[in-house]
């Protein structure tokens, strides 16, 4: 790969092409991924999305999170969707579970308008003095590697917030085994 | 106004302070007491056990019949139909009722002496005493404070007098009524009010008397309102004279914001200064006269006094005879330097008086039932009185309204003696006929012989023959009514419409001689039905015809006494054989003189020649109506009311009072009954207030509810739409900044 | 490459949205739900490209938040399908009225 840090507007054309492909392949899963009957398909479909996403991610250097994006998001909680959605057997879904046109109308235009106003808000201005110069996260890259930005900070600033999340990862884990657990005579009725 | 009331005080002292008259607030103050005696008598619970008052329905034997109901009873004699029982404390109440009206009346008489003492008809200036200040507000100060002159002291002694014996014709009237008390409670609130409204020294005091009468007038009338109609004939009283009292508020606002006070006093030195003939002072009176055409039954607001006879006899005689309906002639004369100042308001005046008298005379003529044929005379007398007031003979006028007081008073108390013997004779025999009409009576000048003869005296009085009252009384007051037309008045050279007043004048006078020929033709037609001819009671009743008890009679001897020499007051000229000419005048003087003498200002006298002329046309009316109804009506050819045929053509329209009553109805009352109902009752209380008010008050609730409740529907979907929605709202409020 | 990076994950956030208002099917809605999650994602690495590395700390943290909700969500969901035999969340109204 051409090295990533370039002067600001000499990007490559293909590095703009296949940040873009990959951006409107993203697009185009998501969509899918919300219209199709059948959840299988979807789930699939939203792997499909997340992997645009890991790319994106890589092209962004920010490396260490694509691989984490493909090895957490896509390869466990996908995973996990498409294990609970086999078990409870949905297949095609029971009747087509999209509410009427009307519903898809009104919630077409709310998505407008959110799309809208975050459009409006990306125009703002951020202060000059927070800016980092171009190519920085790229140079710290090619300096430290793919991991050591990351995980510097989060064993020295954020360690807190890393001590927080491991708890709460116990917690979850307690609460699935718990809530997933058969209960015997007073079942499913 | 009291500035000046307090240098004329301070000046000099009047010649009656300091004498009896200082006890002057009692003679109000006793009836009042009376009433709240006979007031706890009659509400007090614990000697009540008998039957409840009022006494059940009276008599379904008085049906409706070609009138509004009656339900007189005379005296609540028992039929099976009706609770009666005589109260635990008639008794106490007996004695206290008609005694503190005694008392009144010996006070108002020693009083009258020290007034005679005092000057009597030389006494210039007016007793006023004044009691406290009752509506000291910004510019206004109203006292509570009576004013004692000539013409007050008249009106106390005709109030006290006849009241007294009214009071005791009542004792026996309603001897039987379980409402006993209470009628003798009513009573006396009613002379309580009647004599601060004669007494009253400013106009506001006249007028808590005036509304006081109506009211009580309300209460009696409808005294057995058990019975709808008598309930009915009582609101309607009352609702009639309302309107004329909204004439008599609003002269007192134009007196008030032209004159800047109230009391007579400061309105007489005032009164010039509005200007002789100007619009203001001519509607001050007009508007006057709207509170009397409703008070003393003038036309248009006459209606409400012959349904008024649904009341027991003795409050139509002392209310609607003697003393409530003359308020209206005692304001005019009491305002007199107004009205001479009026003479578009004079003629005005003169004018509805004569024709009210000529036109409930025609009714009259035609009546069957006894009280409604002296309603009908009393509504047709009170039209000569307004003639006389208006036309500026003010002593003419009060003259005939104590002489009518008289023979009106007895005349009705005759008849309620005539009542009373015939629910007597019916109360024996099981019947149920009409007491009143004149029909089921005749001949019973053999059973109630004294009665009779009252009651002639009565008669002769009210057609006007000498030397009995009320030829003098009504003579005097056509004659000045003729000598304003003819030899000139203020009146005279005022214009109404454009018609000059002297025309006016002598359309009224006229008027006046027919109404005097029907006055003694319906009398004298009553009295030959009643008490002449056979009789058509029934044979079984007849045996049980008597005249009445003697605490009933005695009154009417009294009454008939002063009915005959009641005419000596105020003696004219002409007759100055008979005594001391004038003393009515004499006496009026310092109160209505400078107005009387204003009116007929540089005229002279009518000749003594035309003068005898007129009297003897007005006893030769009298004579030749007393004639016609003597020889044209024949009492054996009348049936008993059950049997009469129905009346035809122009008997039939005069039986049934010109349907005025339906005219009102159908022209004021239905469309106001319907508005209120159609539009205000549905459209506005129900429509607006109910269904947007209310209605619309609890949907509204209920739906802000079902709003709120919305957000809590448990359904997954609808939360996130909610958190989609707020996440547009913050997104929105952020990015438009 | 910042603008391109926000344009996308703001399209992938609606799509997110319009997905959760749409669908009734439970996993469905909890996998656009993610979708949301992932777009936010796109945004805090793009914004860690210009301003600073913590950006990519956090995607961090949110990926581990996403997994563990995924994991009790998911759970739940298996309750309740074990109950009510549906996961339609027409059907989920015990709370209605």
Partial sequence: MQSLSMPHGTLPLLYTFHFYLFGFIAIGSALLFVTRKSPVAAALWLVNTMFCLAALYVMLDAQFIGAIQVLVYAGAIMVVFLFVIMLLNLGQGEIHDARGTGWKLTAGAVAIAMLAQIFALTKAKTPINLTLPQGFAAKQVADAGAIAPVSGPLFHEYLLAFEVTSMLLLAAVVGAVVLGKQRGEEDAR | MLPLLQAAATAAPHPMSGTVAQWLWLVPVFPLLGFLINGFFSISTVFHKGPKDPSASHGDDHAAGHASGHGDTGGGHGDDHHDVARHKLAGLTSIVGPGVLLLSFLLTAAIFFAMRAAGGG????????????????????????????????????????????????????????????????????????????????????????????????????????SEKANADAGKKAFIVNRIGDFGFLVAMFLIFANLGSLDFGAVKEAAPGLGFGTPVVTAICLF?????????????????????MAGPTPVSALIHAATMVTAGVYLIARSNFLFAMAPVAQIV????????????????????????????????????????????????????????????????????????????????????????????????????????????????????????????????????????????????????????????????????????????????????????????????????????????????????????????????????????????????????????????????EMSPGLEYGLVGLAVLIAVAGIALAWTRLKPEALVPKSQSPQEEGFERVLLDKYYVDELYDAAVVSPVVGVSRGLLWRGVDNGLIDSLGVKGSTYLAKFVGWIGSQFQSGRLGTYAWVLAVGVLAVLGAVSVR | MLAEALFFSAVLFTIGVFGVLIRRNAIIVFMCVELMLNAVNLTFVAFAQAYGVAGQVFVFFVMTVAA???????????????HRQTVNLSNINLLKG
Avoid at chain 2, 205 to 219: A, D, N
Avoid at chain 2, 295 to 300: G, H, T, V, Y
Avoid at chain 2, 575 to 589: E, S
Wanted: net charge negative; with cysteine.
């Fill in chain 2, 349 to 604: 005046v003169v004018v509805i008086g004569a024709l009210t008298a000529i036109f409930a005379a025609s009714i009259g003529l035609k009546q069957w039932d006894i009280k409604k044929v002296l309603a009908y005379s009393t509504v047709s007398q009170l039209g000569y009185m307004f003639v006389g007031v208006g036309s500026g003979a003010y002593v003419a006028g009060v003259f005939h309204l104590v002489t009518h007081a008289f023979f009106k008073a007895l005349l009705f108390l005759g008849s309620g003696s005539v009542i009373f013997a015939m629910h007597r004779a019916y109360h024996h025999t099981g019947n149920h006929d009409d007491a009143q009409d004149m029909r089921n009576m005749g001949g019973l000048k053999e059973y109630m012989p004294m009665t009779f003869y009252l009651m002639w005296a009565a008669t002769l009085a009210i057609a006007g023959i000498p030397p009995l009252a009320g030829f003098f009384s009504k003579d005097e007051i056509l004659g000045a009514l003729f000598q304003r037309a003819h030899e000139g008045s203020t009146i005279a050279s005022a214009h109404l419409f454009g018609i000059p007043g002297s025309l006016w004048l002598y359309f009224a006078w006229v008027l006046g001689l027919a109404a005097a020929l029907m006055t003694a033709t319906y009398m004298t037609r009553m009295m030959i039905y009643t008490f002449h001819g056979p009789n058509r009671t029934g044979a079984e009743e007849r045996k049980h015809l008597a005249e009445a008890p003697m605490t009933m009679t005695g009154p009417l001897v009294i009454l008939g006494i002063l009915t005959v020499v009641g005419g000596w007051l105020n003696i004219p000229e002409f007759a100055r054989f008979l005594g001391p000419v004038g003393g009515l005048d004499h006496w009026l003087h310092p109160v209505v003189g400078e107005a009387t003498e204003q009116v007929i200002a540089g005229t002279h």
């Fill in chain 2, 288 to 308: 006057l006269f709207l509170g009397c055409a409703g008070k003393s039954a003038q036309i248009p607001l006459y209606v409400w006094l012959p349904d008024a």
């Fill in chain 3, 68 to 82: 563990a909700e995924a994991a009790v969500g998911l759970a739940i969901i298996i309750a309740l399908f074990r």
């Fill in chain 2, 122 to 225: 030389s006494m210039t200036q007016p007793f006023v005493q004044r009691l406290f200040s009752w509506m000291p507000v910004g510019d206004m100060t109203i006292d509570a404070s009576f004013q004692l002159d000539q013409l007050s002291m008249m009106m106390t002694l005709v109030v006290t007098g006849v009241g007294t014996l009214i009071h005791l014709f009542s004792v026996g009237y309603m001897q039987d009524d379980p409402g006993y008390p209470r009628y003798f409670a009513y009573l006396n609130l009613f002379v309580f009010f009647m004599l601060l409204l004669v007494l009253g020294g400013n106009y506001p005091i006249l007028f808590i008397g005036w509304e006081g009468v109506g009211l009580c007038s309300y209460l009696l009338i409808g005294f057995w309102f």
